[in-house]
């Protein structure tokens, strides 16, 4: 359940959707969640039935389902707030850039110029073998030599995405690329401490050397059982956006790698704040950047402007099928990968021009206050 499909439920029940007079989206009767006498509850089990299929539980089991609304939320941590101001603080990094003339990496101390990238998969509806073949043509191509895949299943509560693909994609993928490249792997919060240790044993043998967000990030003791075990790097923090959060992280040692996200955490200035934490703390900071709009390019001038930068940049390898919003978004392709490397411009703030024609052709909503 989402948290929209959540707040319709909430609606009806409270009679303030106009739309739900009789039936909330998820299937639920509205008269029996308002608890209706004239309702024949013999009658309405299949509705119930139908809502507790739909989230896989008793209807009963309210903790239960509110948190797997939370789950399926778990890229919005209460993060609304801090993506509008990175809306605002990333447009006022380009002006600054723009009034004096530099590209906003030299701004923040850094410099222009080619960084190492990692090819990075979202898709977890993919074979082992084919996304062997996805690697190896990148890395003929495109010289990328280095490449993270998904394993387990988002936010899966210890299940893979299908029986056995852990597994079979850490072993493919092992066999199947050149011995120099560099491989990770994302569990986007599946696995109990135990389960990831077990898997990142599989990973250790199978030579993959970063382990990221093995446990529920919001459990960080259980990710710390994890590093602690493990000879491998354990790597995340790409949802946390408190900066509370972070200071607690790094002063326990939560994870060996810190992956900040610019649009998760308000922008370019708390990164940066945050980037420093990690300095602080002697850590490695390889931020998150998981789709190629501004947050890769935000990602970009940041890495060239750390001390603590790790050795690549995560530059998705998904295409129109998975990202079709991202299509022809800039005018110039600033993307374009040459011997495993993006490149910085040395042109004024983010170096980039919206397409106006994506513009024209976006939905636009505004929220309105009655």
């Known amino acids: 359940m989402s948290a929209q499909t959540a707040r319709k439920v909430a609606l009806a029940y409270w009679g303030f959707s106009k739309k739900a007079s009789s039936r909330a989206k998820s299937g639920v009767d509205i008269d029996i969640i308002k608890g209706n006498d004239s309702v024949d509850l013999n009658e309405q089990v299949p509705s119930i039935q139908k809502f507790a299929k739909y989230v896989d539980k008793s209807w009963e089991d309210f903790n239960d389902i509110e948190n797997l609304v939370l789950e399926k939320e778990h890229k919005f941590p209460g993060s609304y707030l801090l993506r509008a101001i990175a809306g605002l603080d990333t447009s006022l990094w380009d002006l600054k850039g723009k009034l004096e003339n530099k590209p906003v990496t030299e701004l923040i101390g850094g410099n222009t110029g080619p960084i190492k990238v990692y090819g990075s998969s979202m898709k977890r509806d993919i074979s082992a073998t084919d996304e062997a073949d996805r690697f190896k043509k990148l890395f003929q191509e495109k010289g990328i030599d280095a490449f993270k895949f998904r394993i387990g299943a988002e936010c899966g509560r210890g299940l893979d995405e299908w029986e056995g693909r852990t597994e079979d994609i850490v072993k493919t993928i092992n066999k199947s690329l050149d011995s120099s490249v560099i491989k990770l792997v994302d569990a986007n919060s599946c696995f109990s401490s135990n389960q ?158 919206i397409n106006p024609d994506w513009l024209d052709s976006s939905e636009y909503q505004v929220s309105e206050v009655n």
């Not at 190629?292 to 690549?312: D, F, Q, R």
């Not at 919003?325 to 703030?349: A, R």
């Open 196 to 353: 990831a240790i077990e898997i990142g044993k599989l990973l250790e043998d199978n030579n993959v050397t970063h382990f990221e967000e093995p446990c529920p990030y919001w459990e960080p003791e259980e990710t710390k059982k994890v590093t602690e075990t493990l000879a491998i790097d354990v790597t995340g923090g790409e949802q946390d956006c408190d900066i509370r959060i972070w200071n607690d992280m790094v002063k326990n040692n939560i994870v060996n790698i810190f992956q900040p996200d610019v649009m998760y955490l308000g922008g370019l200035t708390r990164t940066l704040q945050v980037a420093k934490i990690i300095e602080e703390g002697g850590f490695i900071c390889t931020p998150h950047a998981a789709n190629l709009s501004l947050v890769t390019m935000c990602t970009m001038h940041l890495l060239k402007a750390i001390p603590n930068a790790g050795p690549y940049l995560e530059l998705s390898i998904e295409g129109e099928d998975y990202y079709p919003w991202q299509q022809n978004l800039f005018l110039d392709n600033p993307f374009k990968v040459e011997n495993g490397c993006v490149n910085i411009s040395d042109k004024p703030g983010w170096g980039i021009i």
